[in-house]
């Protein structure tokens, strides 16, 4: 198994751009969540998925959407990129949501 | 609330001694409390996990304290190696059906040899 694997590993994007993050899960596991990492602040929540076609905020979701087409994918979008958003992005699923979560390797978006 | 507080911020530790980490919590409905480590470019990844009803959790050389009463838990690195510098982050989920898993801000260890 692959676990939980995330593209681009790296994006410049200049202000006002937009991007796809990628998420592929091959666990099978129903819930999946967007976490930023930003220097000493831990991890923040973004959006999360509990199955496919059901998707909910976290605690930061603005200037993000998603969408949950299959169980497998989670991709996350940024419409217009501003510098705010500019953090390390990470992926994360797990079979129930009181168990452990397993998190891809992140992408480092820098926004300039 | 659902804040996870944990300290310190940073923390050196020479080879072979004890790193010691804490964390408070404020909603007394969090029943699961795990700790993932994250090491350089990589994600966090498990480490070690805790419910309220045990005091302590050891698994080698990680050891979980867990304070019911005064919401806090704390995570003791014994015999500290330069392999287990990383950052560690503390993390709790409430039983009242929320999938939002709510992290400390992190600790950044570093094991000098």
């Known amino acids: 198994n692959a676990g939980v694997t995330q593209t681009p590993k790296f994006r410049i994007l200049k202000i006002g751009q937009s991007m796809t993050l990628q998420c592929t899960q091959d666990?099978?596991?129903?819930?999946m969540y967007w976490y930023r990492q930003d220097p000493g602040m831990g991890l923040k929540l973004i959006y999360y998925?509990?199955?496919?076609?059901?998707?909910d905020k976290g605690e930061v979701p603005n200037g993000y959407n998603v969408s949950r087409s299959t169980t497998e994918d989670f991709p996350l979008r940024l419409e217009l990129a501003a510098p705010s958003q500019t953090s390390v992005y990470f992926c994360?699923?797990?079979?129930?949501?009181?168990?452990?979560?397993?998190f891809g390797p992140g992408t480092r978006l820098l926004v300039l | 609330q659902q804040q996870v507080k944990q300290s310190p911020q940073s923390l050196i530790v020479q080879k072979g001694g004890i790193s010691i980490i804490n964390c408070a919590y404020e909603?007394?409905?969090?029943?699961?409390f795990p700790w993932y480590q994250q090491f350089p470019g990589k994600g966090p990844a498990l480490l070690i996990a805790?419910?309220?009803?045990?005091s302590e959790k050891k698994e080698g050389r990680f050891t979980i304290s867990f304070n019911k009463s005064a919401k806090q838990f704390s995570l003791h690195i014994m015999d500290s190696q330069p392999g287990d510098s990383a950052t560690y982050f503390c993390?709790?989920?409430?039983?009242?059906?929320?999938?939002?898993?709510?992290f400390g801000k992190g600790t950044k260890l570093t094991v000098n040899p």
């Open positions: 994360a699923s797990s079979y129930r949501h009181r168990e452990t979560q397993y």
């Open positions: 666990m099978n596991h129903n819930y």
């Open positions: 998925s509990v199955g496919a076609g059901i998707t």
């Open positions: 909603n007394t409905a969090f029943d699961y």
């Open positions: 805790i419910r309220p009803d045990v």
């Open positions: 993390a709790g989920i409430h039983q009242g059906g929320s999938e939002k898993l709510v």
